[in-house]
């Protein structure tokens, strides 16, 4: 077996466990593959051994890839930070977007969705422990923007998504749970996911109710090295 397919066949196996272990259906946690800085042919392999999710950081090497693996039926998230000279590419050729964190962007998706695809699938990205260097919207700011971009014809908006700093995940997971609860009551809205989680973390954020996780390191090795 290679690396890749050992250590995906691990990531399912954690992810199954700590799902039993916080009293949850495995099937309630979506893997994201994150291949960000890895080459086309590992994603391949991961495909190969069921992965569908993948998730980039990059838009030039996202696209890039996803020009080469056409061949796949994946489906892509675009987990970077995101400007809004760059929203058409996400637009075009992204199924998910998790890193959501102002109106001007999320009203040129709606604009730029090419009409053939489904809306775009969006959460909302939340400093959730207010880190200072850290991307995504106060957690004060985001129940008024969801309720805006809920209502963007183009998007489907369908929950929260937070990168708290290391050590703090226990209790940012927790909140940003409470807080999507509070959302979805708050303007009656669907809110299915909550995007938390990574190769350090997950599982604390599957038992505070993670329903993506995004997994890098685990599956495809060290970045960078
Ligand atoms: C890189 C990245 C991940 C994956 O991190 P690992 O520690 O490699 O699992 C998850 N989410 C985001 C937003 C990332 O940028």
Known sequence: MSDIAENLRQVYQQIKQAAAAAERPE?????????????????????ACGQRDFGENYLQEAIAKIEQLQDLDLCWHFIGSLQSNKTRQ??????????????????????????????LQVC??????????????????ASGLAQKV???????????????????GATAFAQLRDLKMQIAREHDLDLDTLSMG????????????????????????????
Request: glycine share 6%; proline share 4%.
């Open 27 to 47: 099937d309630s946690v979506r893997l994201l593959a994150v291949s960000k800085t890895k080459a086309a042919q590992a994603i391949r392999e991961a495909h």
């Open 90 to 119: 996400v637009a075009e050729h992204f199924a998910w977007l998790h890193t959501l964190e102002r109106l001007k962007i999320a009203e040129r998706l709606s604009q730029q969705r090419p009409a053939q695809l489904p809306p």
């Open 124 to 141: 909302i990205q939340v400093n959730i422990d207010e880190q200072a260097s850290k991307s995504g919207c106060g957690a004060d700011e």
């Open 150 to 168: 809920a209502r963007l014809p183009r998007l489907k908006l369908r929950g929260l998504m937070a990168i708290p700093a290391a050590g703090n």
């Open 198 to 225: 990574m190769s350090a973390d997950m599982n604390q954020a599957i038992a505070a109710g993670a329903s993506i996780v995004r997994v890098g390191s685990a599956i495809f090795g060290k970045r960078g090295n």
